[in-house]
């Protein structure tokens, strides 16, 4: 009987140990360069404020280093990969910004919220509601509108834009607020 209970305990601890190595969905955590794996890839801030302005292409792509979405996304939580076109880039030009007031719920990896429906025309958390910039629908396909998880952080560029960075996948795009 001790020799199972033995058995059963190293078991157990293989077991969580395995575990443990994997991020969400039981893929394998990778380097800290890589993008997504949950909170611990959590960006601390927003990217930095673009110096240059440099023209937007029209068909961009963001698939930097192989297995890596194409779409904006955050290495390892720090490098802002696609956030490098400046105040000038006309898709995220607003004739009106702010017209639905700030938002005011909290930025930054210390407010991660949990989407509770819509798409992106719209969608909401905690009463707030946003759109997704048009230049952008495509960069969240496939978000999960009802269970993901996103943090949000001001944009230094675009003014009337936020940025949504989705937890689970580590990509993120421009949203604006529009209203409680």
Avoid at 87 to 101: N, Q
Avoid at 112 to 127: D, K, N, Q
Avoid at 160 to 167: F, Q
Wanted: proline content about 7%.
């Amino acid at each position: 009987m001790k020799k199972r209970i033995g058995l059963l305990t190293i078991g157990v601890m293989f077991s969580v140990a395995a575990l443990a190595q994997h991020g969400p969905g039981g893929h394998a955590a990778g380097p800290p360069h890589e993008v997504g794996g949950g909170h611990a890839n959590i960006p601390a801030h927003g990217p930095s404020r673009v110096r240059t302005e440099r023209p937007a292409e029209e068909n961009r792509h963001f698939d930097d280093r192989a297995g890596h979405p194409n779409a904006p996304h955050v290495h390892g939580g720090k490098e802002w990969v696609g956030h490098n076109t400046g105040r000038a880039d006309v898709h995220y030009h607003l004739d009106h910004p702010w017209e639905h007031g700030h938002f005011t719920g909290g930025f930054g990896p210390r407010h991660v919220w949990r989407l509770v429906g819509g798409g992106p025309s719209r969608f909401w958390f905690g009463g707030f509601y946003f759109g997704v910039a048009p230049y952008d629908f495509g960069f969240c396909n496939d978000w999960m509108w009802d269970s993901d998880e996103i943090v949000i952080y001001d944009d230094p560029d675009h003014i009337g834009w936020y940025l949504a960075y989705n937890v689970r996948l580590g990509t993120y795009v421009h949203v604006t607020y529009m209203g409680r």
